[in-house]
């Protein structure tokens, strides 16, 4: 596992002590899956611009609204 040293702003980093806090998770543990998170949205997109560039921004702009309406119901 890695260690990074990250510098935040005093109130960011009080922020993120008081949501550690009462997610009843460590500092480090929010970080890491707020990390995941980023990370997932990034891989999306970029798997998304490849897509588009392949086969088009219609056709993948098409999938989304599929996407869309079969999760509105």
Not at 13 to 20: E, H
Not at 34 to 57: C, K, L, P, Y
């Amino acid at each position: 596992m890695a260690i990074l040293k990250i510098s935040l702003p005093d109130d960011i980093a009080k922020q993120l002590k008081s949501l550690a806090q009462n997610r009843g998770l460590s500092v480090n543990k929010l970080v890491e899956e707020i990390s995941v998170q980023a990370v997932a949205v990034w891989d999306t997109e970029t798997h998304f611009r490849r897509v588009s560039a392949r086969v088009g921004t219609d056709a993948a702009l098409a999938v989304l609204d599929r996407l869309d309406a079969a999760d509105r119901g």
